[in-house]
């Protein structure tokens, strides 16, 4: 399907009377003939951002334009088929430190979840074939946290978020590993931090990946959270989230 300025999800809160347009779909970008899951989105800061306010009436349209039917070549084809759609209140803690996460366990932390960055890279919408996953690694590593693309060619730009109460902190340092697939250094690379739940987004920490050795594990020297915030004008709240 070609992308098209009608596609995307569309939002009522008046039971259809009428329609905004609050989500982007971008087919370009996307691998043709798969399967992918778009990051899940914020419906509430979405409607919010356009002026709408959620309410039992409330609409969400997914849409499609196209000229082709499903069968043909790429050049005369279109269509969009959906699986798997859910409309959830999610489980969001934000943890009191200390906090560590070892994705050892079944499952994360409910303060760990894979965010949509829509709001910090908006000149590429989300797309379906980002990894955020847990896999094992080695006896030593243990299980770790991957992110990147399913496919060469298709560019992802992918999130963790990290939900914590700083409330009532002074001093707090953040520490972790990194593994360098040899990936390149882009300007969306980096740490980010809201001090709003997740309304807004700052990048305070770059990573330059290139100049760091490739396919081996290394601890990060700890980042002072506290004086990064500072620098960039950031409050230490109770819904603070930094996002890789």
């Known amino acids: 399907d070609e992308t098209h300025p009608q596609d995307g999800i569309y939002l009522s809160v008046d039971s259809g009377r009428y329609f905004v347009k ?35 009436n409330t609409i969400i349209r997914f849409q499609q334009y196209g000229t082709h039917d499903f069968i043909g070549s790429a050049e005369f084809s279109d269509g969009l088929q959906l699986d798997n759609i859910r409309c959830f209140v999610p489980d969001v803690t934000y943890a009191s430190l200390p906090f560590q996460e070892t994705f050892e366990g ?13 709001l910090t890279d908006p000149d590429h919408i989300p797309s379906p074939f980002g990894v955020v996953e847990t896999v094992p690694f080695n006896e030593q590593q243990g299980h770790i946290v991957r992110m990147g693309s ?24 953040l520490t972790f590993k990194l593994f ?27 990573f330059d990946l290139e100049p760091w050795r490739q396919k081996v594990f290394g601890a990060y020297p700890p980042l ?3 004086q990064l915030a500072k620098e960039h004008g950031i409050p230490l709240t109770g819904t603070f989230i930094i996002r890789f």
Do not use: C, M
Request: glycine residues 4%.
């Open 22 to 56: 609050i989500y982007s779909f971008s087919f370009d970008q996307w691998a043709p003939k798969t399967t992918g899951t778009i990051s899940p989105l914020d419906l509430h800061l979405l409607a919010a951002a356009k002026g709408l306010k959620l309410s039992r």
């Open 106 to 118: 079944e499952s994360w932390s409910s303060a760990l979840s894979v965010g949509n960055t829509l």
């Open 150 to 173: 399913r496919f060469d060619k298709q560019p992802t730009t992918n999130a963790l978020d990290l939900r914590v109460d700083l409330s009532s902190q002074v001093d707090v340092e």
């Open 180 to 206: 360098n697939n040899f990936d390149e250094t882009d300007p969306q690379d980096g740490i980010y931090f809201s001090h709003d739940a997740g309304q807004h987004f700052v990048k305070v920490f770059d």
């Open 224 to 226: 002072n959270v506290r």
